[in-house]
C-alpha cells in the first residue's frame, strides 16, 4: 500500500499570532512546522503585534520543517485627527514581505512605529510612513478592526471608502481586503460594506482566521492569559474577550467557513506564492581594532594577554617564599593553557573580540564604574582572566575552556558582563563613540510565563 503523503491543500493561515505577541498568541515557534505539517499546509504568515522579534527564529524552524514560512507584522496606522475631534482614528493592518526590499520597508516602518509614537502612545505609523515605505509589501486591510473597519464601526462610510481606495494606490496591485468569520459582532456588522466596497474598487479578497492559540481547547487559557495582561478577572462582563475560533484551523474549515467565497480562500495561496522572501542568519561582522603601528590583532593579542598573565601570576598566584623554580613550575600549566586558548582564540578568529571587550571593561574600570568578576562559561578562559575580563581563576577553580569557546562548535563567543546599572549607559555610549553606532546594538532578553 502506498503511504505518499496527500498534496498540499488549497488554503494557507495568513495572520498567526506567535507568543512573541506579547501576552496575546499563544502558539510557540517551535508548535509551527508541526501544526502546518498535521494540516498539510505548505506555509504559514507569522504577523505579530507591531514587531518582528520572532522572524529569524521561525523563519529557520519553519524552513527546517519544510513549511514555506512568510514573514509578516500586524502594524497599527493612525490616521490624522479630523478637526474637532479629539481622538485620531487607528487600526491594524496586516504587512507581508515578499522580498529583501520589503523587509528593509518593514524594518523602516517598524522604527517609525516606536521613535515616532509619544511616550503615552502604541506604537503606530501613518500614512505618510506607508506611502514612502511600502514596496516590496502585501497589505491586508484588517478586518473590523483595520483602520477600514474602524472608520466603518464609526458610521463613516464615506471615509472608510477614501482610505481603502488611499490604501489601494499606496499598495498598487497589493492590497487584499480583509474577510474574517469568527463569529464576533463587528465581523457581520461590517462584511457586506467590506465586500461591496471590494468589488466596487476591483480589489481582491482573502480569507483570515486570526490565529492566537493552536487548538479550540486551549481557548480558556487562552482567555486567562489575556485577563492576566490586562489586569482584569476573567469574570468581567466589558473586558476584550475573544472567541474559541480564534485557533489554527484547518483548511476543510476554511473552505466551509467561506464556502460562499471560494476566491478569498484561493487569495491565501496567491499570497503565498508572491511572497518569497525568508530572515536568514548573518555572520557577525565585528569592527576592527586599532593596534597601531602597523600591528595585527593576533600580535596584540598574544602580547597583551601574556603580560597580563604575568601581572595575574604575581599577584594572585605566586606566595611568599616561592623560589625562581617554583614559580616556573607553578606558572607553567597556566603559559600551556594560554598558549592553547591562544591558538583557538585566533584559528576562530576572534582575537579582535577578546580586545574589544577588554577595551570597553578596562575603561569602564579606569573611570570608577563598578564591573562584576564574570559568569557564565567566560569565566573559563585564561585568556580573558589575563586580560581583566574576568576576575576568576579558571585553573584554580577548575573551569572549562571549551565550555566557552569550542572549535568543533563554531560560533560567536559570548561574555556576560555586569555592569553598574546607574552607569552602564556610559559604558554603552563608549562603546559606540569608539567603534561606531552600526556596529553597536542592545537586545533584548524576553521573559516566560510558565505554570
Known amino acids: 500500500m502506498s503511504s505518499a503523503r496527500p498534496s498540499h491543500t488549497d488554503f494557507v493561515h495568513l495572520r498567526v499570532h ?14 509551527l512546522p508541526g501544526l502546518c505539517r498535521d494540516r498539510n499546509m505548505p506555509a504559514v504568515a507569522v504577523t505579530d503585534t507591531n514587531n518582528l522579534f520572532g522572524a529569524m527564529e521561525y523563519s529557520g524552524a519553519l524552513k527546517e520543517g519544510g513549511i514555506q514560512p512568510i514573514v509578516g507584522c500586524q502594524l497599527r496606522v493612525q490616521l490624522e485627527e479630523e478637526e474637532g475631534k479629539t481622538n485620531a482614528v487607528s487600526g491594524s493592518l496586516v504587512l507581508l514581505v515578499q522580498n529583501d526590499a520589503g523587509y528593509r520597508n518593514l524594518l523602516k516602518l517598524l522604527s517609525h512605529a516606536y521613535l515616532d509614537a509619544g511616550d503615552a502612545e502604541e506604537p503606530h505609523v501613518t500614512l505618510d510612513n506607508l506611502t514612502t515605505n511600502n514596496a516590496g509589501l502585501i497589505a491586508l486591510t484588517g478586518g473590523p478592526e483595520g483602520p477600514v473597519g474602524a472608520l466603518l464601526q464609526g458610521g463613516n462610510k464615506d471615509a472608510a471608502r477614501d482610505l481603502l481606495t488611499q490604501l489601494s494606490a499606496i499598495f498598487t496591485g497589493r492590497c487584499y ?11 457581520t456588522s461590517t462584511e457586506d460594506s467590506f465586500l461591496d466596497m471590494a468589488y466596487e474598487l476591483d480589489m481582491p479578497l482573502v480569507a483570515t482566521n486570526e490565529v492566537c492559540f493552536p487548538s479550540r481547547e486551549m481557548y480558556d487559557s487562552h482567555d486567562a492569559l489575556i485577563c492576566i495582561a ?8 466589558d473586558r476584550r474577550r475573544l472567541t474559541a475560533h480564534h485557533y489554527f484551523k484547518s483548511a476543510s474549515e476554511m473552505k466551509a467557513l467561506f464556502e460562499d467565497l471560494p476566491e478569498a480562500i484561493d487569495n491565501t495561496l496567491v499570497i503565498a506564492k508572491r511572497c518569497a522572501f525568508m530572515v536568514e542568519a548573518i555572520d557577525p561582522i565585528l569592527p576592527p581594532y586599532d593596534c597601531g603601528d602597523g600591528r595585527t590583532e593576533e600580535d596584540e593579542l598574544r602580547d597583551i594577554a601574556r603580560a597580563g598573565l604575568e601581572g595575574r601570576l604575581i599577584q594572585h598566584v605566586f606566595t611568599e617564599g616561592m623560589d625562581a623554580a617554583q614559580k616556573e613550575h607553578t606558572a607553567q600549566p597556566y603559559r600551556e593553557r594560554l598558549d592553547y586558548e591562544l591558538g583557538v582564540i585566533v584559528d576562530m578568529g576572534f582575537p579582535g573580540y577578546f580586545l574589544i571587550v577588554a577595551d570597553f571593561i578596562g575603561w569602564a574600570k579606569e573611570h570608577d564604574i563598578p564591573v562584576g568578576p564574570g559568569r557564565g562559561s567566560g569565566a573559563g578562559s585564561v585568556v580573558a582572566w589575563s586580560l581583566l575580563i574576568t576576575d576568576l581563576d579558571p585553573l584554580r577553580w577548575g573551569l572549562l575552556f571549551e565550555r566557552f569557546l569550542n572549535p568543533e562548535r563554531v560560533s560567536m563567543p559570548d561574555f556576560d558582563i555586569d555592569f553598574c546599572q546607574d552607569r552602564r549607559d556610559e559604558v554603552i555610549s563608549y562603546v559606540q563613540n569608539k567603534y561606531g553606532r552600526d556596529h553597536v546594538a542592545q537586545i533584548i532578553t524576553f521573559g516566560k510565563l510558565q505554570a
Open 177 to 187: 481586503m480583509e474577510i474574517m468569520r469568527h463569529g464576533m459582532e463587528a465581523e
Open 230 to 237: 490586562g489586569g482584569r478577572r476573567v469574570s468581567e462582563p
Open 18 to 31: 506567535s507568543a512573541y505577541s506579547l501576552s496575546e498568541g499563544a502558539i510557540r515557534i517551535k508548535e
